[in-house]
């Protein structure tokens, strides 16, 4: 049985069987059930959530569809034209993706935190004809780059003024810019212009040209298309099987793969409502206030959640202690469950009479962190560490892990609640294809995988081998379930010989609150050096104890912190072999982000960034 007839079986009324592009499940989730909430988002102004039906907004994207068709129109720009879009997560942004898409060109997701240097280097890479931007400040930072972007004819900027500057017609090398309100025509018109009256996208079209990371250098344009996008979307269904009443909580970019799959076309195949975040920096607010059904998210918010857990805790030893009950007798009540060996022992009959109150008094307070009501807790994006999935899994947060990569639509493998590894990024997806290659490397083949990088051949040709895509993971897989072992340019050879997987190291030490961000090193090196950006809290807490000065900036280089640090270290890298051991640390209150260039907008650290801003450490 193929994907889409599966996820049909499963959800009968998700999925319009002869769609094959996304705009056409657009097109039939808005006839299916026209009615129903399909969007929330907040009003600034009015200060309050707005709902959007999915008949509302199919009448919006009918809006952004002229209004492209128009500009396109003008510009004289053939069928799978490039269509930047440097909006945040929001109606707007949905809207001009669907509109490119329905229009047969190609949407080109930007992050709208990424900083001005790689934005401009995608605009040109691309050869993006037009950008959608959020604000006037956003463009004037791109362009200050200096980078010379000879295809880009027309920028729209959602919050401007009355702007418009250049000739999208002239010939002139400054492209038009507009603003939002002036480009959109007040109401959808179904009668398009001419010139885009041609056929609709095809499966083999593109319906993204999405950017890598760039962890360790330029990013690559990634070629999805239709075909590659809605085989993951059914394949997805068939594992997270969300239903028409429930609700996501969207914070993850629309720029991340994982995001538009799992948080935007999942939802729209499925029939359910899409709440919009107001900010990172307001989630814990919004998780209360929306109440999501399903969440989808990078590990760094469950850390997040975790870090404050143990933050509150500290302050009162006796709550400490039941809180670590709870999460021990959760954990044994759920491997039980899942059939996995139970850690520690214990009866069942006395995990099972003291959950009720362990649950009340402990679980229930810490899922309510989250709205108190999710079914599914999706974790992807990187590896979840095996504390944090303990914590949470043993306190009733029903989290599952998935793997996945940008070249393969994404996801390759997942868990579900009900079969469930946490050790683990759980078992293929269906119609994917996976084998281990030369150095356990995990090879993969299947609907999902990517056209190919663009304008990158000789890539292209490197990231496959015998018609398999390598994945760059190193992994192993028993009784079908997948266990990645980490990142083969990312192993660390010491001087000595031994092999070390950073990432496994890293998420070990970022299991204490006060270590933020972590970053191991070693290359050719006697030893593991680590330098971590601290919680600034916590390093009140720990300066205090050591009689130090915590706005001191030398009482981080003092030998107190260092010895401090290190002997913390040492406890969580217990189980890993001594050679791999971190045997000194930097440490540091100044966080890496995206806009300092030594993070992704995935969060991911950008090794080579870090080890030439830290060559003098």
């Known amino acids: 049985m193929n ?62 569809t002229q209004a492209l068709a128009s500009t396109l129109a003008a510009l004289n720009v053939p069928r799978g034209a490039r269509i930047a879009i440097l909006l945040p997560n929001g109606l707007d942004a949905m809207c001009i993706d669907q509109a490119t898409m329905a229009l047969a060109c190609v949407p080109v997701p930007l992050h709208a935190i990424d900083n001005p240097q790689s934005i401009a280097y995608i605009l040109g890479d691309s050869e993006a004809s037009v950008l959608v931007a959020f604000s006037e400040s956003q463009w004037q930072a791109i362009a200050s780059v200096g980078l010379p972007l000879p295809a880009l004819k ?111 076309y999942l939802p729209m195949v499925a029939g359910c409502a899409v709440s919009y975040a107001r900010s990172v920096a307001l989630l814990a607010e919004d998780f209360k206030t929306v109440r999501p059904t399903i969440l989808v998210s990078v590990p760094r918010i469950y850390e ?72 599914v807790a999706v974790s992807g994006g990187a590896p979840l560490s095996q504390p944090i999935a303990h914590c949470f899994l043993g306190l009733g947060l029903p989290i599952v892990q998935g793997y996945g990569m940008t070249e393969t639509s994404p996801i390759l493998t997942g868990n579900t609640p009900e079969d469930n590894d946490p ?76 092999k070390i997987a950073p990432a496994d190291l890293e998420m070990a030490i970022s299991a204490d609150p006060l270590f933020e961000q972590v970053y191991v090193f070693g290359d050719n090196r006697p030893a593991i050096g680590c330098i971590a950006v601290l919680n600034a809290a916590e390093w009140t807490r720990l300066a205090a104890s050591l009689k130090l000065d915590a706005s001191a900036p030398e009482s981080l280089n003092s030998s107190a912190a260092q010895e401090a640090a290190l002997q913390r270290i040492k ?41 030439q801003h830290f060559a003098a450490q």
């Open 304 to 375: 997040r959640v975790h870090s404050k857990l143990q933050d509150a805790l500290a302050a009162s030893p006796l709550k400490a202690r039941l809180f670590r009950w709870a999460e021990t007798v959760g954990w044994r009540r759920f491997c039980r469950q899942q059939g996995l060996p139970a850690e520690g022992g214990g009866l069942k009959l006395a995990d099972d009479l003291a959950w009720p109150l362990l649950d009340r008094l402990v679980a229930q307070k810490m899922r309510a962190q989250f709205g108190g009501r999710l079914r």
């Open 154 to 264: 027309l920028v729209v900027l959602a919050q401007a003024g009355t702007v418009s500057r250049g000739s999208p017609a002239s010939g002139d090398a400054t492209p038009k810019v507009t603003a939002l309100r002036e480009w959109l025509p007040p109401t959808g018109d179904a009668a398009l212009p001419r010139a885009a009256a041609q056929a609709p996208p095809e499966a083999d079209d593109l319906a993204a040209l999405v950017y890598t990371s760039g962890t360790t250098g330029k990013p690559k344009g990634v070629m999805l298309t239709h075909a590659n996008v809605v085989s993951n979307v059914m394949a997805t269904l068939t594992r997270v099987a969300p239903r028409p009443d429930d609700i996501l909580l969207s914070f993850l970019p629309m720029s991340h793969t994982f995001e538009r799959t799992a948080g935007y």
């Open 3 to 64: 994907t889409i007839a599966q996820a049909a079986r499963l959800a009968p009324m998700a999925v319009p069987r002869a769609a094959q592009t996304l705009p056409a499940l657009f097109a039939g989730r808005v006839a299916a059930t026209p009615g129903n909430e399909a969007y929330r988002q907040f009003d600034t102004q009015r200060k309050a959530w707005t709902s959007t039906t999915w008949a509302e907004a199919g009448e919006q994207v009918t809006r952004w």
């Open 423 to 498: 050790a683990t990024v759980g078992r293929a997806f269906p119609g994917v294809e996976l084998r281990i290659g030369d150095n356990q490397e995990l090879l993969v083949r299947g609907p999902g995988v990517m056209r190919g990088y663009w304008k990158r051949d000789e890539d292209t040709a490197r990231a496959f081998t015998d018609g398999w895509l390598r994945t760059g993971d190193q992994a192993d897989i028993v009784n079908g379930r997948v266990r990645i072992l980490g990142r083969l340019k990312e192993i660390i050879v010491t001087s000595t010989g031994e």
């Open 571 to 611: 406890d969580l890298t217990g189980s890993f072999p001594y050679y791999a051991q971190p045997r000194s640390v930097c440490l540091s209150l100044e966080p890496w982000t995206p806009e300092n260039t030594l993070i992704t907008p995935t969060l991911k650290i950008k090794r080579n960034q870090l080890a």
